[in-house]
């Protein structure tokens, strides 16, 4: 079975750039959540989607980001302009039927802003 | 703030030797899920025990749930060198989504 697939596993760039990061979720799950990870905050909840609808992006830390879920097996997260201190692990998530179920991670995007 | 927090926050250990991680949160749960994370990897889901059970096992897992005070432990019997991992609690109070711990990093040495 196919789990999470993020691209790119890791990500260079410099500040200012447009960075987009990419999630194949887990075929027949319809709840997914984009994360970040920083040693400081540790593991965040972005935004979720259910039935590819934004369902809740109040940890969108600012405008710069948003994301999108076009279809049940692809999304997007977007950073514009990126910063230095978006630099982190970001991770998709996906689950059946909602948050509280058991959630499939992929292995992430390590994201550095220079 | 966190729902979950996770104690210790580093654990060291003999291969053999069992592991105990605790987790305490602050409001009412649905559901309680651990979660395990090797170096360089995501998430892996381990266990999820509902608010009216007490203990669950999962091979050397054994997870206990105490609602009453607001508290849930981890247990790893015979712990191995491959157990090496970071240990996250996550749990459902805010809605309809999870909410992770800051996470136990716990080393098995052989």
């Known amino acids: 079975d196919a789990g999470v697939i993020q691209s790119p596993r890791h990500e260079v760039t410099e500040m200012g750039q447009e960075v987009t990061l990419r999630c194949k979720p887990i075929s027949g799950h319809n709840s997914l959540f984009w994360y970040r990870q920083t040693m400081m905050r540790g593991l965040e909840l972005l935004i979720y989607f259910n039935n590819n609808v934004p369902i809740d992006d109040s940890g969108m830390p600012e405008d710069r980001f948003s994301a999108k879920m076009p279809n049940a097996s692809f999304s997007t997260l977007k950073i514009q302009p990126s910063e230095p201190r978006d630099s982190a692990v970001y991770f998709c998530?996906?689950?059946?039927?909602?948050?509280?179920?058991?959630?499939?991670f992929g292995d992430g995007t390590r994201l550095s802003i220079l | 703030s966190q729902q979950g927090e996770e104690d210790p926050q580093a654990l060291s250990i003999q291969e053999g030797e069992n592991a105990t991680m605790n987790c305490s949160y602050k409001t009412s749960i649905n559901n309680l899920q651990w979660y395990r994370q090797n170096s360089g990897r995501g998430l892996v889901h381990l266990i999820l025990i509902r608010s009216n059970e007490r203990e669950k096992h999962s091979g050397r897992l054994r997870v206990t749930l105490d609602t009453s005070k607001k508290s849930s432990s981890l247990l790893i019997t015979a712990s191995r060198a491959a157990d090496t991992a970071s240990y996250f609690c996550a749990t459902d109070a805010r809605g309809n989504k999870l909410v992770f711990g800051a996470g136990t990093i716990l080393r098995v040495k052989s």
């Open positions: 998530a996906s689950s059946h039927a909602g948050g509280r179920q058991p959630q499939h």
